[in-house]
């Protein structure tokens, strides 16, 4: 009993706090990217002179912002969902596809995460910095593994949900 209270206390943490916060963030991250562009274009326009990194600054932001709303995403069921190919299905033969579709989902972006540390580690074996502005790429790479890692935690979580809702709807 008490692992399924760890299990739904994780699942609940992920999917009420978590995702909001790191939603938020994302949010922040975009809205940075945009006024950052937007105050750059205005300069260039106007003075002749954009900001230095106007195109690397949201370039390394985007991904990893982007990278958050994917929880926050799958949460709220806000994406894309192909529901014409399974409409004809029972509900109960819709959760088992659904609680698959969430372990393949948490397999592959356990994959994901694992190479963009992989990737990470090695951008700090040489030291890589963007051109113009000189900034370190490795942090940003770290948390977009780490929310991907987060995203596979979510999925696997989801699995666990949906394949124990589909035991109990017999």
């Given amino acids: 009993m008490k692992r399924l209270d760890l299990f739904r206390l994780g699942r609940n943490l992920i999917n009420d706090k978590i995702s909001i916060y790191i939603g938020w963030v994302g949010l922040g991250m975009i809205l940075f990217g945009a006024m950052f562009t937007v105050v750059s274009v205005g300069l260039r326009y106007t003075i002749g002179?954009?900001?230095?990194?106007?195109?690397?600054?949201?370039?390394?932001?985007?991904?990893?912002?982007?990278?958050?709303?994917?929880?926050?995403?799958?949460?709220?069921?806000?994406?894309?969902?192909?529901?014409?190919?399974?409409?004809?299905?029972?509900?109960?033969?819709?959760?088992?596809?659904?609680?698959?579709?969430?372990?393949?989902?948490?397999l592959l972006y356990a994959i994901l995460a694992s190479q963009a540390v992989v990737h990470a580690l090695g951008a700090v074996s040489i030291n890589l910095v963007t051109d113009i502005l000189r900034l370190p790429v490795p942090p940003f790479e770290f948390v977009f593994a780490f929310t991907m890692a987060l995203f596979s935690l979510h999925l696997l979580l989801e699995g666990i949900y949906l394949a124990k809702m589909f035991v109990e709807q017999r």
């Fill in 49 to 106: 002179v954009p900001l230095p990194g106007d195109v690397e600054i949201p370039a390394i932001m985007l991904p990893v912002a982007v990278a958050f709303f994917y929880i926050l995403a799958n949460v709220q069921k806000r994406h894309i969902r192909a529901t014409i190919l399974v409409r004809h299905l029972s509900s109960r033969r819709q959760t088992l596809l659904e609680s698959f579709y969430s372990f393949v989902g948490a």
